[in-house]
Structure formats: C-alpha cells, structure tokens
C-alpha cells in the first residue's frame, strides 16, 4: 500500500495545492488560473477536505485488511487454510451429502447466497439463480471479511463477549444447546463453523437421529476415513500425526483459517482514506459527505470505529421492517399466527421486546450481492438504501415480481413492524432527491466493494474435485443482475 500524508495534512495540502497561483498574473486573471478551473478545482478541494474529516472523525483508516495477521497473533497457516477451502466446497460435511458451505455462499456470487432465501438440503446441486429445492428461513449471509466480526448471523445470535472474534477470553455466546460450550476455540468464525452441520435445514437433513454433538462426531469420523484428509491434517496437527482421532474442532480450525483468507476490504474508500483522492468519483465522494449528514443518518447504524473493525455496522439489531417474504416452498417454520412471519431476534432471545429485529448489516462488497436484506426482499441496492429512508413509502410500493417464483406468494403482514420500527425510519422530513440517492448508492456500492471480492475474482478458488469424491456444485457465473433504476 503507497505511503501517504497525515489527513489533516493531506487535505491542507489539496486546498493549497489545487488553488496555487501562477506567479506572472496575465489573462487568467489575478490568480494566475482560469476562473472555470478554478472553481472546479475549489469544489474538489471542498469535497475532499469534508469527506476526509468525516473518514478521520469515525475512526476509519482504510487499513484493517493489512491488520488481520496482527489481530489473529500470527500468519494465516496456509496449509489448514488449504484443507478448510477444500472442507469448504466438500459435500462430506452434509450428513445428507447434498450440500456443501459453498451451496449457499458460492463463489460465483461473491460467498453470498445465490438465492433471497436459502435453499439447503434436497438441492439440486446447482449454485445460482436455478438452484431448485424448499426454501429455509433467511438467505445466508456472505462470508467475506465475516473474520472481522463481532458477531454473526442476521440477528447477531453467535457473539464474542468481548466484542472481538479474535479474542475468546470472556467466552464466545450462542444459542441452547451451544451456549458458552464452544468458547474453546481461538476464533468466533472457529465456533461459528459448527453449527451449519447440525442445522436441519441447511446441511443435516430430517432423517438422522442424533444430538447436536453425535452429528457432528459423525462428520468428523467421516473426513478422518478419507486419507487425503487424515494426511492433511496430520501434517498441520502434531496429535493426529501421533495417530489421534480427527474431530469437529479440527475441521472448525480449517473452515475458520479459510475464511481468514476470505478478507476483502481494500475498497475505492480504503485507498481514498490513504491518501489516492482520484480513487472515489465525485459523485461517490457526495454521497459519502451525504452518508455522514443527518439527512440520510446512515452512520446513527453503520460505523467503523473500535470493535467494528471498520465494517460500517454497530453490529447491534433494530427493526427495519424489511416485507415479509415467504416462500411457497420451503422446509421451515416461521411465525405468526399465519405462519408468514419471521420474528427476528426474538427466535433466540424469547422476549417479545426483540421482535422483528435484525443486526444492521455490514455495508462492504455489497454489489456483488443478487439480493440485500435477510430476506433478500431488494435485488437493487438503490432500493434497500430507499427503504432505509423511507420504509413506510417502501412497503406500500413492494411488490415481489422481481422474486423467484416460489418467493413470489402471498407475504406476511407489514403493520406490526411499523409499530415498532427503529426511531430513525419514523423520522419525518428525510427526502432525498434522486440524485442525492444515485449519489449515496454510487458510495455504499462501488465506492465500498473491493474488486477482489468481485466473482471472477474468486473463481480460481473452487477445486476440481474434493477428496471426498462427492461432486462439487455446479457455480453459474453467467448470471445477470436484475435492471435497477
């Protein structure tokens, strides 16, 4: 990364730099400068000047991916990082053997979830918008820079007590019957890693018979028959190198060493924020001086200091009142009386005070997602940033014709959101021109995508095989984002 002045210094310099002089006057004028480059060249200053005060004021560098070895306390081990991407695209771990960690965070869109609603188990192997199958509750969420969370999941329900994934030293929190149990291991992406296996929907399937902890004792038992396995790890594991039993936490390990390698997060902003001014367009630099102001409020949510690791979210859930979505498929049980209904973080919590709510999501690489929210209710990042503004306009325009068929029925009920919506999407007076909102997707998009999340960049990553010899899912990268605008 190029070396870069102070900010404050930095933007002193862009004032006195674009509005020097030159030193004989003549027909430019008094200054020396034509008045039309003059004028252009203050309004860049301007721009620049306000935008990198905001960048300094919310604590953002533009330098957390270079800090993940001084975070994890070491390098990356490449080689059990090469055994998780493996586990990773290996339906071995799927007790039905249908399904991999790739099937609902493919490569080909970016680790997100190629459908608005997962589609897990009794899939047809496919990862893209033909996926066929019953639809789960939510859509996945993408596991890029997921290593730089506090907490993860749509309702934040698996957390580090600490408020940093790398640190177990007060425990990592889950959900019964997991509670504090998996605060051994190093990383919250170690932990999270073993609950996809054991959920019914995703990856274990309606038939076997087992607890949470014999299910995942038989996928272990399964990856340590296979010797391409066995030796892998042996070579990284001193314990299975002296004959000891390969078990889930050894497969937790790689799946989280593998995702530290999944960091993106060398955005336009990034190197903006180090000092390349020409890395963000005008309108991206309006709409990110618009992000900061009171008028669009996106930063009473989505910031970057401290515990964030500069992944513009508090990682704190509020209700958004994002419609209701329900498929006329599906393998899940959702709420309300009608069933159509997904009752947010009161799932886990159990008080009716957290109803509806959901985490505020993390804005990074948000372009290469084919749909936004939990649900996946927007296809057009536009139209989330709307609803954020505007959710009671939002709701009454939502229809799901952009949808998948079988996300296209009747949804659940709005209203009940709205009587508990989060203070800021009650605010009155919040209009935004249609400028204002190009301008502020221009930012939040592109402006935060890093190019090495983008799909083609990922695709070298998905093996030719897996040692298993289960298939590996058939990744469409021919897919074509829906119209926005």
Same mark, same amino acid.
């Given at each position: 990364? %190029?070396?870069?002045?102070?900010?404050?210094?930095?933007?002193?310099?862009?004032?006195?730099?674009?509005?020097?002089?030159?030193?004989?006057?003549?027909?430019?004028?008094?200054?020396?400068?034509?008045?039309?480059?003059?004028?252009?060249?203050?309004?860049?200053?301007?721009?620049?000047?306000?935008? &990198?005060?905001?960048? @300094?004021?919310?604590?953002?560098?533009? %330098?957390?991916?270079?800090?993940?070895?001084? &975070?994890?306390?070491?390098?990356?081990?490449?080689?059990?990082?090469?055994?998780?991407?493996?586990?990773?695209?290996?339906?071995?771990?799927?007790?039905? @053997?249908?399904?991999?960690?790739?099937?609902?965070?493919?490569?080909?869109?970016?680790?997100?979830?190629?459908?608005?609603?997962?589609?897990?188990?009794?899939?047809?192997?496919?990862?893209?918008?033909?996926?066929?199958?019953?639809?789960?509750?939510?859509?996945?969420?993408?596991?890029?820079?997921?290593?730089?969370?506090?907490?993860?999941?749509?309702?934040?329900?698996?957390?580090?007590?600490?408020?940093?994934?790398?640190?177990?030293?007060?425990?990592?929190?889950?959900?019964?019957?997991?509670?504090?149990?998996?605060?051994?291991?190093?990383?919250?992406?170690?932990? @999270?890693?073993?609950?996809?296996?054991?959920?019914?929907?995703?990856?274990?399937?309606?038939?076997?018979?087992?607890?949470?902890?014999?299910?995942?004792?038989?996928?272990?038992?399964?990856?340590?028959?296979?010797?391409?396995?066995?030796?892998?790890?042996?070579?990284?594991?001193?314990?299975?190198?002296?004959?000891?039993?390969?078990?889930?936490?050894?497969?937790?390990?790689?799946?989280?060493?593998?995702?530290?390698?999944?960091?993106?997060?060398?955005?336009?902003?990034?190197?903006?924020?180090?000092?390349?001014?020409?890395?963000?367009?005008?309108?991206?630099? %309006?709409?990110?001086?618009?992000?900061?102001?009171?008028?669009?409020?996106?930063? +009473?949510?989505?910031?970057?200091?401290?515990?964030?690791? +500069?992944?513009?979210?508090?990682?704190?859930?509020?209700?958004?009142?994002?419609?209701?979505?329900?498929?006329?498929?599906?393998?899940?049980?959702?709420?309300?009386?009608?069933?159509?209904?997904?009752?947010?973080?009161?799932?886990?919590?159990?008080?009716?005070?957290?109803?509806? =709510?959901?985490?505020?999501?993390?804005?990074?690489?948000?372009?290469?997602?084919?749909?936004? &929210?939990?649900?996946?209710?927007?296809?057009?990042?536009?139209?989330?940033?709307?609803?954020?503004?505007?959710?009671?306009?939002?709701? +009454?325009?939502? =229809?799901?014709?952009?949808?998948?068929?079988?996300?296209?029925?009747? &949804?659940?009920?709005?209203?009940?959101?709205?009587?508990? *919506?989060?203070?800021?999407?009650? @605010?009155?007076?919040?209009?935004?021109?249609?400028?204002?909102?190009?301008? *502020?997707?221009?930012?939040?998009?592109?402006?935060?995508?890093?190019?090495?999340?983008?799909?083609?960049?990922?695709?070298?990553?998905?093996?030719?095989?897996?040692?298993?010899?289960?298939?590996?899912?058939?990744?469409?990268?021919?897919?074509?984002?829906?119209?926005?605008?």
């Amino acid at each position: 990364m %190029r070396s870069t002045l102070p900010l404050p210094i930095l933007a002193a310099a862009l004032g006195a730099g674009l509005l020097t002089a030159c030193s004989d006057g003549g027909p430019l004028g008094t200054t020396g400068v034509d008045p039309v480059v003059e004028s252009v060249g203050s309004v860049g200053a301007e721009l620049d000047r306000q935008l &990198m005060l905001e960048l @300094q004021m919310s604590g953002f560098t533009g %330098r957390i991916e270079e800090r993940l070895s001084e &975070m994890l306390g070491r390098p990356v081990d490449n080689r059990l990082a090469e055994i998780g991407r493996l586990l990773f695209f290996d339906p071995i771990l799927s007790i039905t @053997q249908d399904n991999s960690c790739s099937g609902c965070h493919g490569p080909n869109v970016s680790f997100n979830d190629s459908q608005p609603i997962s589609i897990g188990v009794e899939n047809n192997g496919v990862v893209g918008p033909t996926r066929s199958g019953p639809h789960n509750l939510r859509r996945a969420p993408s596991v890029i820079n997921a290593a730089l969370y506090p907490n993860l999941m749509w309702e934040g329900r698996f957390a580090a007590g600490s408020l940093s994934p790398f640190d177990n030293s007060l425990g990592f929190v889950f959900p019964e019957p997991e509670g504090d149990d998996l605060s051994f291991m190093d990383h919250l992406l170690g932990a @999270q890693a073993f609950t996809p296996v054991v959920a019914r929907m995703e990856m274990t399937g309606f038939d076997f018979v087992g607890t949470n902890d014999e299910i995942r004792a038989e996928i272990a038992a399964r990856v340590d028959a296979i010797p391409e396995y066995r030796s892998r790890f042996a070579e990284v594991f001193p314990d299975i190198e002296a004959g000891g039993a390969l078990t889930y936490a050894h497969i937790g390990s790689a799946i989280a060493e593998f995702g530290f390698t999944l960091v993106r997060a060398d955005a336009p902003v990034d190197r903006y924020a180090r000092g390349d001014t020409a890395a963000l367009t005008e309108d991206q630099k %309006r709409g990110g001086i618009l992000f900061y102001e009171p008028l669009a409020s996106c930063t +009473e949510c989505h910031i970057t200091a401290g515990f964030t690791n +500069e992944m513009f979210s508090d990682f704190e859930s509020r209700v958004l009142a994002v419609p209701q979505v329900v498929p006329t498929v599906t393998n899940a049980d959702f709420d309300g009386p009608a069933r159509n209904e997904d009752f947010g973080l009161e799932r886990v919590t159990g008080d009716p005070a957290d109803r509806y =709510k959901f985490r505020t999501t993390p804005l990074r690489n948000l372009v290469y997602s084919p749909s936004l &929210m939990h649900n996946g209710a927007f296809v057009c990042l536009e139209d989330a940033i709307r609803h954020h503004i505007d959710p009671i306009g939002s709701l +009454e325009a939502y =229809k799901t014709d952009h949808l998948p068929s079988t996300l296209q029925g009747p &949804m659940g009920p709005f209203e009940p959101m709205l009587d508990r *919506l989060h203070t800021i999407g009650r @605010q009155p007076d919040r209009h935004l021109t249609d400028e204002q909102y190009r301008q *502020l997707t221009a930012f939040v998009g592109p402006g935060l995508s890093d190019p090495d999340a983008a799909p083609d960049a990922l695709r070298y990553l998905i093996p030719a095989s897996v040692p298993s010899g289960l298939p590996v899912h058939d990744f469409d990268f021919a897919i074509v984002p829906p119209p926005c605008g």
